[in-house]
């Protein structure tokens, strides 16, 4: 194991490093932007009173040669010092630190819920080549990918909670009610339906896409000829010799787009009042809190490399290869 | 020995050829519509009888594997199906059998092998597993006694360490090991029938030997009834009893294999025998005039592959010490196995990759030590003919342009590039149209001999030809060499010819190098190198070649240098 | 290729022809959106909230009075534009990247991979929000925005067909026949790869015009600019009183992401044979 060991460490340094480019990414967009930078992190020119903007000047040493600005700003960074919002008179971490759970739960749930159900699909309508439910599969796959996210979670809520009233339309819990335990579990639960659904739904659509042609490439490589030749049922061919070796790319891009899914999140805790990061990041925009949107732009950042790391695990475990190549 | 055993064993054998293990009956198969013809399999019948190797002989596109493929179930439906006739088991038709049944079959009673080792094995999961699949599928043994008879399978097809073998990857095989393996996997249920589809085409001269080796012994342990595909006649001599030869689906040639091999009749079987490459004194022993046109001088190359963060990489050593010469007007051919760092010395002359260490002098001048400036003169006289007909061609450009393009590069005259370029292609035997067509509308031969118009459009002195020859079939492979002998002594040209195939070097070099492991292991003129080798290595490719104690029938021998044979 | 061989293979694959359809009709209603509704599609034009198939109003009226066709129509111009020319800047910059690492290998190679793994960590969207947000919405910087966000997968693309193509033994004869490196890149590999980057270009369009789309949706649309994405965003508010609101521009949208998605798949299929034929 010592292969996966080292694979992890160098995906670990590999994770510095790009973080590290994020900072430093972050300073300067805050310098490139116009106007004044001590103006500009503290939100709206005008808005924030001499004082706050005087002290940030002080604080990141706004008048030294840019070089140690950016040392200071890295630092500070480091340190898990976000910077101090002036619209909310908080550290930008500790707002950051209550709204992280929630959007969490919703991307990692809607991702679970894409590779499960994209898989699934995709094998269905690979193996049903050319009848009806591949068809329908294959409709639905382009449907979703060409809806936008938001206007899905605007319609499904339209149906589901507006008109027939089954599921809650927008929150995390239902305010008031004073659920605890399982009943509190089972009501985030049901919020936590349509915002799921919404943003697993374009993942799904692309993974079962994937999942069909990668085992339709799969199927007719030489080693399902021998597994044929041996005999063996259509069933085992399937799930022993294609799936497996289907799933690979799946995998791949799923890393690969985890960095879409965590920004799709903006707009679906928009849409369903879901009080999570994105949520967050609407209402900086709003207000123009750029020291908000930066600090989530470094979460969110940070959470697509732990979901690439997540999907690396994933392929490690498939692909007995790896441990010695790459 | 009692009476009654004496007269038992005639009928025995009257009765194994009455009923034949495999009854092949005037058996189609059709192609999709648009296909280049109607039927891949045209009204073919032979039989297979028990404890014998039936050779099925054709080049690529004769419908030889059809058959196999239909009677395993692994013709690519609906596409292609069997349009008629039938396909008899011990007097079964398989074809008209439920589907449970044919699947008992296969990998039961029939079972097969492979071209490709390499891809002809999960990736994903490891080699015992596979061969355990399909005992899991056709017996009934428990688990535990699947695992001691995978591990026993493994040690009867040679390989070592077989309990630790059965847990590996196939990725960390190599390709001798991997077709073993699919054998092991083939032999698993002791099937009546083993097929094998060239199964050591993919394979090294030396492993082609070994992999024969145990092939023809496990079937004669066995007495299995063996359907053995092949393009290559050396196999055939050294392991057929019977042969059928194929040609555009249908069945040309069919007998005992000493009748076919050295008495063929038909003009097909004929002309594929007469184009076995075979050792023949074609010429006498080059005289090296003056001074030598290119001089390699402990030429050296090292690769460093893989490697990253937390890895240092592997380093290859693809050529170490290579020293040869090169006189004008002679053919030096540079022959080794895969891996043996054979490319490397033909793509440093030609400027393809830069050696680490020791010199290349052409006509005195070291190659090696010109920055690219310098270096481009020497590109016009030095020339490459490249191994892959179908990748060596820009199919976006007109073969005309193609074989132009170069002496525009060096500021000749669009215009009249373009007019020595057709005749060039005319005299590569290509007709003057060929100039304004795409190189899609070729076959495989007349690529090459594009590729090799492309060459002489340089006016070099020396050509490199990368294994010229072994992406084609045997046929075509006799005309592109007899061109290339042609045009070598119309031109007064040198060539380097690498090669995996001492068959091929014998037929068209004058002198030999042998290529092992990067080095040079033995330099001398061919007629030393086939009658008097001084390295072992040498002496056992030399024992490796396939068919080597079967000698081509007199009156099909030699036809080589008879003149340029027409364009295919 | 023939051209009358590419037209009879994507004319093979009914949903790309569909897609060309609708696809004509999206850039007919936005290059005659002046003509057909020469009103300022901002101002009021009836009473609010009325709804589809009113007198004044085929698709209704916003809380404003403002028409929705005409939105709608005015809309289509800045969404194509926006998906062009973003697509073409992304694919400036992703191609001139993935070119020279695949050509050039090496460190070069390195390097640029490592700074385009950068870009396809960083959450895209959250990305092109803070730009934008930051240096002001406009027709420019969201274009910027969004071609800074994509060219990755382009830059993947051409890296992988230049370093396939670079080992290719056409491209050795090159070499060994003396051609120069500005030969090689233009005549013999660029046009051997450039079908696959036709087919993911036409893809891009759709992706950038969601972005365009997303982005207004969360108010960072050009102020001056009426699009699809800024009728949604202003109408989910309302939407339990008047679905048309949001509902219209929602299919808008659908419609011609849909119609390029189909072109594009038709592209693949007559520029990659082999590739459609495999895909059963």
């Known amino acids: 194991m010592l292969g996966f060991a080292q694979i992890f460490a160098s995906r670990l340094v590999k994770a510095a490093v790009i973080l590290i480019a994020i900072v430093v990414m972050n300073f300067f967009l805050v310098h490139a932007a116009p106007g004044d930078p001590a103006m500009v992190m503290a939100g709206e020119a005008g808005a924030a009173d001499e004082k706050f903007v005087a002290q940030l000047r002080e604080q990141f040493g706004l008048d030294r040669p840019i070089l140690e600005q950016l040392g200071t700003y890295v630092g500070k960074v480091v340190q898990g010092d976000l910077g101090f919002s002036y619209r909310q008179q908080r550290p930008v971490w500790d707002i950051l630190a209550e709204r992280l759970p929630a959007t969490l739960v919703l991307t990692l749930t809607a991702f679970l819920l894409a590779l499960a159900l994209g898989v699934a699909l995709g094998t269905l309508a690979a193996v049903t080549v050319g009848t009806w439910a591949d068809s329908a599969i294959t409709v639905v796959a382009l449907l979703a990918y060409a809806t936008p996210i938001y206007w899905i979670g605007l319609m499904l809520s339209l149906l589901f909670s507006i008109q027939l009233g089954w599921l809650p339309a927008f929150g995390y819990e239902t305010v008031g009610a004073g659920y605890t335990g399982l009943a509190h579990v089972a009501d985030v639960g049901k919020h936590l339906i349509l915002p799921v659904i919404t943003l697993a739904l374009f993942y799904m659509a692309s993974y079962a896409r994937l999942t069909r042609a990668s085992m339709l490439e799969v199927r007719g490589l030489d080693f399902i000829k021998t597994a044929k030749a041996k005999g063996l049922s259509q069933g085992r061919i399937v799930t022993r010799h294609v799936l497996r070796n289907a799933i690979l790319p799946v995998i791949t891009v799923a890393g690969i787009q985890a960095g879409q899914l965590v920004g799709g999140s903006i707009l679906i805790e928009t849409v369903f009042a879901w009080p999570g990061i994105g949520r967050l990041a609407f209402e900086a925009v709003l207000q123009r809190d750029y020291q908000v949107l930066l600090g989530i732009f470094l979460v969110t950042s940070i959470m697509v490399i732990l979901f690439n790391i997540l999907t690396d695990i994933l392929y490690g475990l498939v692909d007995p290869r790896i441990q010695v190549s790459q | ?568 | 290729m023939m051209k009358s061989e590419f037209w009879r293979a994507f004319a093979r694959n009914k949903g790309a022809v569909l897609g060309l359809v609708i696809l004509a009709a999206i850039v007919f209603l936005a290059a005659f959106a002046s003509f057909l509704f020469p009103n300022d599609p901002w101002d009021m034009a009836t009473a609010p909230f009325q709804p589809p198939l009113s007198e004044d109003a085929l698709l209704g009226s916003d809380m404003l009075g403002r028409d929705i066709a005409a939105g709608i129509a005015h809309g289509a111009r800045v969404s194509l534009l926006i998906g062009l020319t973003s697509t073409a800047a992304a694919l400036a910059i992703g191609v001139t990247l993935g070119a020279l690492a695949g050509f050039h290998g090496g460190r070069v190679d390195d390097a640029i991979m490592r700074f385009t793994e950068l870009f396809q960590t960083i959450p895209n969207f959250v990305l092109a929000v803070v730009l934008v947000a930051i240096f002001t919405p406009s027709l420019t910087t969201i274009v910027l925005a969004i071609a800074i966000v994509s060219w990755p997968p382009l830059a993947r693309l051409a890296r992988a067909e230049f370093l396939s193509l670079r080992t290719r033994e056409f491209v050795q004869a090159a070499i060994t026949t003396g051609q120069s490196n500005t030969t090689i890149i233009l005549r013999q590999i660029l046009p051997n790869s450039l079908s696959p980057i036709i087919v993911s270009a036409s893809l891009m369009v759709a992706t950038a015009i969601l972005l365009e789309s997303s982005l207004s949706f969360l108010g960072l649309g050009d102020p001056n600019a009426m699009s699809w994405g800024y009728m949604i965003g202003a109408a989910r508010t309302v939407i339990r009183q008047a679905w048309w609101m949001s509902v219209f521009p929602g299919l808008a949208i659908v419609l011609t992401v849909l119609a390029l998605n189909l072109v594009g798949e038709g592209l693949n299929d007559a520029l990659n044979p082999k590739l459609a034929r495999s895909r059963g």
């Open chain 2, 1 to 568: 020995m009692s009476l009654s055993e004496l007269t038992r064993i005639p009928t025995e054998t009257a009765a194994m050829t009455t009923t034949p293990l495999l009854d092949v009956r005037g058996l189609s198969i059709a192609l999709p519509p648009g296909a280049d013809r109607p039927l891949a399999v045209d009204n073919l019948t032979f039989t297979l009888n028990p404890d014998e190797i039936l050779c099925v002989v054709g080049e690529s596109g004769s419908g030889k594997s059809m058959t196999a493929h239909a009677m395993m179930g692994l013709l690519p439906a609906p596409h292609v199906r069997v349009a008629g006739g039938s396909l008899l088991f011990k007097g079964k038709d398989v074809l008209t059998m439920p589907e449970a049944e044919q699947r008992s079959l296969r990998g039961g009673r029939i079972a097969m092998v492979f071209q490709e080792p390499m891809t002809a094995l999960n990736p994903l999961m490891r080699v015992g597993r596979q061969i355990g699949e399909s005992l899991r599928e056709h017996t009934d043994l428990p688990a535990p006694a699947r695992r001691a008879r995978v591990v026993e399978l493994l040690a009867q097809v040679g390989l070592p360490n077989p309990a630790e073998l059965a847990e590996a990857y196939p990725f960390r095989l190599s390709g001798g090991q991997r077709q073993r393996v699919m054998i092991a996997m083939a032999l698993a249920c002791q099937p009546d029938i083993l097929i094998a589809d060239e199964p050591t085409t993919a394979l090294d001269v030396t492993t082609q030997k070994q992999i024969l080796d145990l092939i023809r012994s496990i079937q004669a342990e066995r007495h299995m009834g063996m359907m053995f595909i092949t393009h290559d006649f050396g196999v055939v001599a050294e392991i057929a009893h019977r042969v059928a030869v194929m040609r555009h689906g249908k069945l040309v040639e069919y007998g005992p294999a000493s009748d076919v091999l050295n008495r063929p009749q038909h003009p097909y079987t004929r002309q594929l025998i007469a184009s076995v490459p075979h050792y023949i004194e074609h010429r006498d022993d080059h005289t090296k005039a003056g001074a030598p046109l290119l001089v390699a001088d402990k030429v050296r190359k090292v690769f460093h592959v893989g490697g990253g963060l937390f890895k240092a990489s592997k380093e290859v050593v693809a050529g170490d010490d290579l020293s040869l010469t090169i006189h004008p007007g002679e053919t030096v051919g540079l022959v080794g196995e895969s891996g043996s760092g054979k490319s490397t010395l033909g793509r440093s002359i030609v400027g393809l990759i830069k050696p680490d260490s020791g010199r290349i002098l052409f006509q005195g001048t070291d190659l090696l030590a010109l920055d690219r400036k310098g270096f481009r003169p020497y590109r016009r006289a030095v020339q490459m003919v490249f191994q892959d007909p179908y990748a060596s061609l820009n199919p976006r450009h007109r073969v005309g342009d193609i074989v132009a393009q170069g002496p525009v590069a060096f500021g000749e005259d669009r215009g009249k590039a373009l007019a020595r370029a057709r005749e060039l292609l005319a005299m590569v035997g290509l007709d003057g149209s060929a100039a304004d067509r795409y190189p899609h509308e070729f076959s495989g031969g007349q690529r090459q001999r594009i590729g090799i118009a492309r060459a002489l459009a340089m006016e070099p002195k020396l050509l490199v030809a990368d294994e010229p020859v072994s992406a084609l079939d045997v046929s075509v492979q006799g005309q592109v060499l007899e061109l290339l002998d042609d045009i070598r002594k119309r031109l007064n040209l040198a060539m380097l010819f690498i090669t995996h195939d001492l068959r091929v070097a014998a037929q068209v070099c004058d002198t030999i190098a042998v290529m092992r492991r990067g080095r040079i292991v033995e330099l001398g003129t061919a007629r030393e190198v086939f009658t008097n080798p001084r390295d072992a290595y040498t002496r056992s490719l030399l024992d490796a070649i396939p068919g080597k104690s079967w000698h081509i029938p007199e009156d099909l021998q030699a036809k080589m240098g008879s003149g340029v044979a027409g364009a295919h």
